[in-house]
């Protein structure tokens, strides 16, 4: 028979005597009581010492505290590092002082309310089970995908703090779309070279592991001991290799698409990429286009990318430089300036008294071509003018627009060997506050980098080693400690339907071989290679019960939370 | 030799906190002092901005991240204090802390600087009239009114206002005041707090007045079209120039451009929004002269350039909203984890 122990916490005199009367008189006609004592504060380290040397003089194996929010007493048991005598999962707060005493006006009400908070504590303690915490060992090897900037500043950050990292990279070599820059907007450095010392120290490192002609075919498991299977090509020969990274980094950036339709296929329409192209490969003190100076060039943004800051900032960048450098007449037309980076305004500002021309449009631009050369022609929102006077014509030498920034071609078949949600535009993973920037849908895999959402380079590289933060934090311990208090399925209930690994958002399901026969098994011989179960790994299941609500067969239940211990709280027997 | 990896963590914001319980989950004991009577800093009084569904303000995770600190031994959380010297050089700095009448003297081998921000003092916008009529509020007003209070109320009668206008750029890109920076977080902050008051008040209608609207992440997109097809939120490329309190009542006439007659207009409206953008914490600067730090061109605290153990993280290096403060914590605990263990 169970044994509950009860203390009653007077929170410093927050829950006054005659209150507390009335609740020791109600408790009084319960059974299975073994004791019920007063404390004036639990939360102190002393009541909490007091409190274990009790429970420890044993004749108990449950507990509730009569007092105030639960909340109070995880926190100060969690402070004072203080360790309950019994399983954690056997103890219950009755949180009388918010819940009655300080809701009801009426003190007689407020009794009666608190004693049937009480009355359902104590049944939920009764049905309650204990459960065990576990440990998982961590080895420090990771898998990053990726090769770009991100990925190798990543291997680079994790192999500095003692990780063996393995770099994947689809292409034949490291160093991706970073190559293709210039200059940054905000720091003096040549990318190229910057860039390709980066990639050779990552070369030169010992603990970083590369594999470039590759890609990620399959991955089995789960946090701490996942199975990537990777499969390489060398001209026509194809070789796998299997690794068992703890976890793993995806880096795999963006791909662009440009729009080539009528007049935006004409060859003085280029991208902002060509642009970056033109001005590094430029010689001489202006830009020469087919061997002719170009005068007059006029970048067109936010047809695409309307949400992406790097555009407007790539074109200042660049309308700054040929302004400034090249003597050249520079027009800028957009929706709206972006300037929402460090740095970025003064750069505008500076753009626009070099000479710069800025226009605000809501309509799209028309373009045509006038002379061989293009004639934009806008109607500016920014300026004060009457309607009469719009739009406003430039003929320009050069047209330079934005590329839409796309998911890399891999990505959705990525996500899909990886289980990761695709959000907005098919990039990896939506924005959820709640998972940071950096983590994912499945514990113990993280998304860094363009992969997720372009952006500007340094806060890429903020973003780098934000997650190999969040890596070391992971394996610095060597260890991966849960507790058990997660869904679990009968294997004897299961039909096997495949509902809850499709619901599952954190991919923590899988179906599994199983021994035993299973419910909706047709009559005859059972093929035991056949039937199998789905099996929750409880290191990466996140305890959101959807997969217990949605089972037909109500196999599943999410332990703490079971059907029982609900029913014994309404005081239903099943 | 325990003690010596020590790290002191200068401010409780978010960022402070961030950092804290990064290197906490490294095994890396930390000390935060705040200044204020409790930690938080200015994220702490932000209120959620959810309308029909969640419009990714991150006013949540800063309360959890409160709670989660708060419940850790191993970070010692020192309230109303403030370091007052240092003594000693990169390997080993010997800071004293006051704390009331207090004397502390704590021996710590980093220093993570994390000072925060301060809304911009809108009452130096005299045109605006912020400080002079009750019912010019900023936005910070506003998010705390909604916090606290739990409902939008005209600060001259408690009545709801019907007409409410939202100034962008309040402090920011601003040359008369010598600001050429953008805030960065103000034009997403707004438009939220318009949402949450329209799904609160479908009756209130919102004017956003504004220059470029600046993106956030990668759900704003979808967020600004809901917020275009909204009909009762018009959305006006046009900077006030002006507001005049109106004698006869308590609503503000506001004079600006309206680019589509291309005409200097006046519209009345009842409750008028400030969206400040931030400046460095006015006392931040004496704990620049302290450490020994800089200040970037824009007023913010510029990272120092050799490895000197000391390390500056959050809005206080430059405009940053929650979700990028987290990320530079992460990426500053990093940092601080490599300098001790005297890797590169």
Known sequence: MDRIGIFIDALQGSIPVSFREKITTAIQGLSNIAFCLEEENLTSREGLERMAKRLEAG??????????????????????????????????????????????????????????????????????????????????????I?????????????????????????????????????????????????????????????????????????????????????????????????????????ATGYGTQREAKGIYGHKRVITLSAMERLLSENVGPFLKWEGKKVEMVTFLLDGVNEDIKVDSINAVKQGLFLQETLDGQVAILCKDVKVAADGMERLYRKAREKGVLFFKYEEAPKLSIVN????????????????????VSILSDLIVVSEAFMPAPETEGLSGVLKLHLGNRGFLMEDNPQLLRVRSNRRGIFVAGACRFPQEVSESLIEARAVAQEVIALLSKGVYAYDLSVAEVDPKKCAVCYTCPRLCPHSAITVEQYAERNVYAPPGPVDETKWGAAKVDPAAC????????????????????????????????? | MTEKN????????????????????????????????????????????????????????????????????????????????????????AVSLRKGKQRLDLKVSAIVVAAGVDPY????????????????????????????????????????????????????????????????VCCAYALRLIKAIRHQHSEVKATFLYMDIQPAGSSFQQFL???????????????????????????????????????????????????????????????TQLFGLRLTEDGFIAPPESKTGVFVTGACSGPKDIDRSILQAKSTAFHVHQYLKGGN
Request: hydrophobic share 35%; with cysteine.
């Open chain 1, 59 to 144: 004749g108990v194996d449950r507990m509730v505290i009569i007092g105030g929010s639960p909340k109070l007493y995880e926190t100060s048991f969690h402070k004072w590092g203080h360790r309950l005598p019994l399983n954690p999962y056997l103890f219950a707060v009755a949180n009388v002082r918010e819940q009655a005493l300080w809701a009801m006006v009426d003190e007689d009400a407020a009794t009666e309310k608190a004693r049937r908070i009480i009355t359902k504590a104590i049944r939920m303690v009764s049905a309650s089970q204990p459960i065990e915490a576990q440990t998982l060992p961590l080895k420090p090897e990771v898998l990053v």
């Open chain 1, 146 to 250: 990726g090769g770009g900037i991100v990925g190798v500043s990543v291997a680079q950050e994790l192999a500095k703090a003692g990780v063996n990292v393995t770099l994947l990279e689809r292409g034949k070599s490291l160093g991706g779309k970073a190559l293709e820059l210039r200059t940054f907007y905000n720091r003096p450095i040549e990318v190229q070279k910057w860039m390709e010392e980066k990639v050779s120290e990552v070369h030169k490192r010992t603990n970083i592991h590369i594999i470039t002609d590759a890609e990620l075919k399959r991955l089995d498991g789960h946090v701490g001991r996942f199975q990537a299977k990777i499969q390489r090509h060398e001209g026509t020969e194809t070789t796998e290799t299997v690794l068992s990274p703890s976890a793993i980094v995806v």
């Open chain 1, 372 to 391: 061989g050369q293009i004639q934009v022609d806008v109607k500016d929102t920014a300026a004060i003018q009457k309607i009469e006077q719009w739009p």
């Open chain 1, 542 to 574: 996140y305890g959101c019960g959807i997969c217990v609500a949605e089972c037909p067969a109500k196999a599943i239940t999410l332990r703490h939370e079971t059907d029982e211990q609900i029913y014994a709280q309404m005081g239903l027997s099943e």
């Open chain 2, 6 to 93: 020590d790290v002191l963590i200068v401010g409780g914001g978010i960022s402070g906190i961030t950092v804290a319980l990064e290197l906490a989950q490294l095994g890396i004991p930390t000390t935060l002092v705040e200044r204020e009577p409790s930690i938080g800093g200015l994220s702490a009084s932000f209120c959620c901005k959810a309308s029909e569904s969640c419009n990714k303000c991150f006013a949540c995770v800063v309360d959890k991240r409160i709670s989660e600190i708060r419940s850790r031994n191993d970070i010692s959380i020192l309230t109303q204090t403030e370091p007052i010297g240092l003594d000693g050089g990169p390997g080993g700095y």
């Open chain 2, 121 to 184: 003092e809108a009452s130096q916008k005299t045109e605006y009239g912020y400080g002079r009529f009750k019912n010019v509020i900023t936005a910070k007003d506003l998010d705390e009114m909604l916090r606290y209070q739990g409902r939008l109320s005209r600060p001259s009668d408690g009545q709801i206002p019907k007409t409410v206008a939202f100034f962008q750029c309040v402090g920011s890109r601003d040359e008369s005041i010598g600001h050429l920076y953008c805030s960065q």
């Open chain 2, 225 to 287: 079209s809901s917020c275009r097809e909204d009909k009762g939120i018009r959305l006006i490329r046009s900077l006030p120039s002006k507001v005049y309190h109106s004698p006869l009542s308590d609503a503000l006439r506001v004079r600006f451009i309206d680019p589509q007659k291309g005409e200097v207009v006046e519209e009345s409206f009842d409750l008028i929004v400030l969206s400040v953008g931030m400046v460095l914490r006015k006392d931040a600067k004496t704990l």
